[in-house]
Nanobody, 124 residues
Framework: QVQLVESGGGEVQPGGSLTLSCVVSGRTFSRDAMGWFRQAPGKEREFVAGINYAADITFYEPSVLGRFTISRDNTKNTVYLHMSTLKPEDTAVYYC?????????????????WGQGTQVTVSS
């Protein structure tokens, strides 16, 4: 049974930082590309960041480029999303997901397994 468990969400003031973690079990994690998505109230789920299986290729949604960093530790079956200079518009439920392929994409339907999500709230 494949499980993705996110943690690290919370409430932070604008300009603050948070690091999300996602632990994957039930698959050979080192072979999978991974992605982070987010969904704000009343909006569709959107791509945030992706990383390929070897961690040598990463890419980001333009609004988070330079502020967010995706990384992975294949020895711990964990993918991370470090978020800095947070803005109120970053408020959302954040989800990690396992891609169908070894290379990550921006397309939601290219991901087959999802975590339950972790809430990030940026507010003063």
């Amino acid at each position: 049974q494949v499980q993705l468990v996110e943690s690290g969400g919370g409430e932070v003031q604008p300009g603050g930082s948070l690091t999300l973690s996602c632990v994957v079990s039930g698959r050979t994690f080192s072979r999978d590309a991974m992605g982070w998505f987010r969904q704000a109230p009343g909006k569709e789920r959107e791509f945030v960041a992706g990383i390929n299986y070897a961690a040598d290729i990463t890419f980001y949604e333009p609004s988070v480029l330079g502020r967010f960093t995706i990384s992975r530790d294949n020895t711990k079956n964990t993918v991370y999303l470090h978020m800095s200079t947070l803005k109120p518009e970053d408020t959302a439920v954040y989800y990690c997901a396992t891609a169908k392929f070894a290379s990550a994409t921006r397309i939601l339907h290219d991901y087959i397994y999802w975590g339950q999500g972790t809430q990030v709230t940026v507010s003063s």
